[in-house]
C-alpha cells in the first residue's frame, strides 16, 4: 500500500516532469520556425547577425559558448582536482575544514560581483599579458573564460573533493600496506575509484560554464559577427549564447515576428548543447565502475 | 603435540620490540613492550578485545603512522636487527617486505588477476611471463588457485569472503614478503574457511614469519609456536607474558585473560 504509493508518486513527478520538459521544447521548437523557415540550416551555419538586414547566423555564438566553457574548464579542471586531492587525500580534519569553507563561500558570491571584478581587473590584466598580439581591447572570449574558470573552481572543487572522500579508507590503507607511497595510493586507487565523480563534478562545471551569463555579458565584448574562427579569435571580442541572450535586443525583437523566433532559436540551440552535456555525462558515467563500486 | 616438537630455534629474532610505548593524544595504548619475534613460524598474540593488538601489530611495519589523528611511539623497534623507525629508512619499503592481512578483507574492485598483481606491478619491474608466472605462485601460496583458475579475469568482488581474505592473502604473498601480520584474519569467516586459513598459515609458516593477532585461544593452542599475551593493566595494553604455549597456556600469569578468552572459545 505505502510502497504503491510511492510508487505513483514517482511515476506522476517523472510524468510531470516529461510534459513540462516536452511543453517546453514544442513551444521552444514551434516560436522558432519563421527563422528556420527564413534561414534553413544556415541559422546554425552563418556568420553574420544584423537583425536589420534580416541575417541571422548564431555560428558566432556557439563558437563563443564552446570557445569559453572550453577554456574555462581547461584552467579550472586541473586546479580543482589539485585542490581537492590536496584536501581529500593530504589534509586531515581541521586543516581541511579551514582549507574547504572559504572555497565554498566562494560558491555563493554572486555572478554579478564576478563579472565586476572581471571588468575592474580581468580584463586589463588579460590586455596588459597579451598585449604583443595586439588585442582591440581587454574584452575578449580569453577573459570570458579565465573569469568563467573562477567562477567555477569551487563548485568543481567541492564535488570532487566528495568524490575522492567518497573512496572508502580501508582501501587507501590496503594499497599502503603493499608498499604504495601516498602519492602512488592516489594515482592507483583514490583517483580511479573516483573517477566517475570527478568526471560528474566537470561536467557540472562546464555546464554551469555553459550557462553563466552576466558575468561573460560584462567582459566578453559582445561582438555579433565573426570572420576568423582560429586561435587568434580568442583574443577578440565576441559573443555567447547567453550574454546575447541576456542583451537588450531580446525586449527589441519581441515586436517582430521573425526577429523573436531567432532570438527564441538561440535558447533553443543552448537547451540542445546543454541537454547533450548532461546526456553524454549520463552515457559515461555507468561505464566507469560506478555500478561496480556500488557493487562491491 | 606439533607444538612441542616445533620449538622456537632461531638465535636471532627478525623482528624485536625493546620498550615499546603507544600513546594517542588522550592516553597511552601500550606501554614498555619487550617482544623477539623469531624467523619462521607462527608467533601468536592473543588477549582480550581492545588490549591493543591491532595497535601492537602496527607497530611493526609502521602502519602505525597512518593513523589519523598520529599516534606517539617510543622505544626501539628492529627488523632484521636494523631499526625500523630509523632515520632513512623506507616505510614503504619495509612494508612491502613486512605484508599485512586485516581483520576483514579488502579487495580492489577490478579482476581477480589485476588484485593479486597490484602491489607487485608497482614494487617489481617483472615481465609478462613473470607477472603470470607470480600469478599463479601467489594464488597456490594462498590455496585459492583451484577456485579461481578459470575465472581470472572476473571482478574479485564476486568472490565469497573467505576466498577474499585468502585473495588479500595471495596480494601480500605475491610481494613475496618475509614477514605476514594477521590481524584476526578468519574473525569474519565460517569454520570451513577458518580451517582452510589455518593450515594455510600452517604451511605458510615454513618459509615466512607469521605474527597471528587472535581472539581465539584454541587457534592460538592449535598453530602457534609462540604465544605473547597482551592484557590492559592499569587501563594501559602490556604484554603480560611471553613463551611457548603449553607452558603459558597450563600455567598462565594472566588468567583473567585466559578466562575471557577461554569463554569467548567456546560459546563461538
Ligand atoms: N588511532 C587511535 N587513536 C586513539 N585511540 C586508538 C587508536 N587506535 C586504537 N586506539 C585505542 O587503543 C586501544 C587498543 O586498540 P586495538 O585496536 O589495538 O585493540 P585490539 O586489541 O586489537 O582489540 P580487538 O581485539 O577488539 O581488535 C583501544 O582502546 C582503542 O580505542
Ligand atoms: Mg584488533
Known amino acids: ?67 569559453v566553457s572550453i577554456v574555462a574548464l581547461a584552467l579550472a579542471a586541473p586546479l580543482a582536482v589539485g585542490a581537492a586531492i590536496w584536501s581529500a587525500e593530504y589534509l586531515n580534519g581541521r586543516n581541511r575544514w579551514w582549507f574547504k569553507v572559504p572555497i565554498e563561500l566562494l560558491a555563493g558570491i554572486p555572478s554579478v560581483v564576478y563579472g565586476l571584478l572581471g571588468v575592474l581587473l580581468l580584463r586589463n590584466w588579460i590586455y596588459e599579458l597579451f598585449e604583443r598580439f595586439e588585442p582591440l581591447s581587454g ?152 555500478a561496480r563500486n556500488r557493487r562491491a | 603435540m606439533a607444538d612441542i616438537l616445533r620449538m622456537p630455534s632461531a638465535p636471532r629474532p627478525i623482528l624485536s620490540a625493546r620498550a615499546v610505548s603507544v600513546a594517542s593524544a588522550e592516553r597511552a595504548l601500550l606501554h614498555d613492550v619487550d617482544l623477539d619475534i623469531p624467523e619462521a613460524g607462527v608467533f601468536g598474540i592473543i588477549g582480550p578485545s581492545g588490549a591493543g593488538k591491532s595497535t601492537l601489530l602496527k607497530v611493526f611495519n609502521r602502519l602505525l603512522e597512518l593513523e589519523t589523528p598520529p599516534l606517539e611511539l617510543a622505544g626501539d623497534v628492529r627488523f632484521r636487527g636494523r631499526p625500523v623507525y630509523g632515520a632513512g629508512v623506507d616505510a614503504d619499503a619495509l612494508r612491502s617486505r613486512v605484508g599485512m592481512l586485516f581483520q576483514q578483507p579488502v579487495v580492489f574492485p577490478a579482476s581477480i588477476r589485476r588484485n593479486v598483481l597490484f602491489g607487485v606491478r608497482h614494487v617489481e619491474r617483472l615481465s609478462r611471463a613473470g607477472l603470470e608466472e607470480r600469478l599463479v605462485e601467489a594464488l597456490e601460496g594462498a590455496a585459492l588457485w583451484d577456485e579461481v583458475a578459470d575465472r581470472l579475469d572476473r571482478p574479485a568482488v564476486e568472490l565469497s569472503v573467505g576466498q577474499q581474505q585468502r585473495l588479500c592473502l595471495a596480494r601480500t604473498l605475491a610481494l613475496r614478503p618475509e614477514v605476514v601480520l594477521m590481524d584476526e584474519p578468519t574473525s569474519a569467516l565460517d569454520p570451513r574457511a577458518t580451517a582452510a586459513i589455518e593450515t594455510l598459515i600452517r604451511r605458510l609458516a615454513d618459509v615466512h614469519t607469521i ?56 560459546d563461538q
Not at chain 1, 3 to 26: C, E, K
Not at chain 1, 52 to 60: A, D, N
Open chain 1, 1 to 67: 500500500m505505502r510502497s504503491s504509493l510511492a510508487r505513483w508518486a514517482s511515476y506522476g513527478a517523472t510524468g510531470l516532469t516529461l510534459v513540462f520538459g516536452t511543453a517546453l521544447l514544442v513551444s521552444f521548437v514551434a516560436q522558432s520556425l519563421p527563422v528556420w523557415r527564413h534561414e534553413g540550416l544556415a541559422y546554425v551555419t552563418g556568420s553574420v547577425w544584423h537583425f536589420r538586414s534580416e541575417q541571422f547566423g548564431v555560428l558566432p555564438m556557439i563558437y563563443g559558448s564552446v570557445v
Open chain 1, 139 to 290: 574584452d575578449t572570449l580569453l577573459t570570458a573564460g579565465v573569469l568563467l574558470a573562477v567562477m567555477i573552481l569551487p563548485t568543481v572543487m567541492t564535488l570532487a573533493d566528495d568524490a575522492l572522500r567518497g573512496v572508502a579508507s580501508s582501501q587507501r590503507r590496503a594499497a599502503r600496506a603493499l608498499g604504495f607511497t601516498q602519492a602512488e595510493g592516489v594515482l592507483r586507487v583514490s583517483l580511479p575509484q573516483a573517477a566517475p565523480g570527478l568526471v560528474a563534478a566537470l561536467l557540472l562545471g562546464l555546464g554551469r560554464a555553459m550557462g553563466e551569463t552576466i558575468a561573460v555579458f560584462l567582459v566578453v565584448g559582445r561582438q555579433d559577427s565573426q570572420a576568423d574562427y582560429g586561435l587568434r579569435s580568442w583574443l577578440e571580442a565576441g559573443q555567447t549564447l547567453t550574454s546575447k541572450l541576456g542583451s537588450s535586443e531580446t525586449f527589441l525583437a519581441y515586436g517582430d515576428p521573425l526577429h523573436w523566433s531567432a532570438i527564441v532559436g538561440l535558447g533553443l540551440v543552448l537547451l540542445a548543447l546543454v541537454l547533450s552535456l548532461t546526456l553524454a555525462a549520463g552515457r559515461w558515467l555507468p561505464e566507469t565502475g560506478l
Open chain 2, 211 to 266: 605474527v597471528l593477532v587472535t581472539h581465539d585461544l584454541d587457534q592460538a593452542r592449535r598453530l602457534a609456536d609462540q604465544v605473547a599475551c597482551v592484557c590492559r593493566r592499569d587501563n594501559v595494553g602490556q604484554v603480560i607474558e611471553t613463551g611457548c604455549c603449553t607452558e603459558l597456556f597450563d600455567n598462565p600469569r594472566c588468567p583473567e585473560t585466559m578466562d575471557y578468552l577461554d569463554s569467548r572459545g567456546t
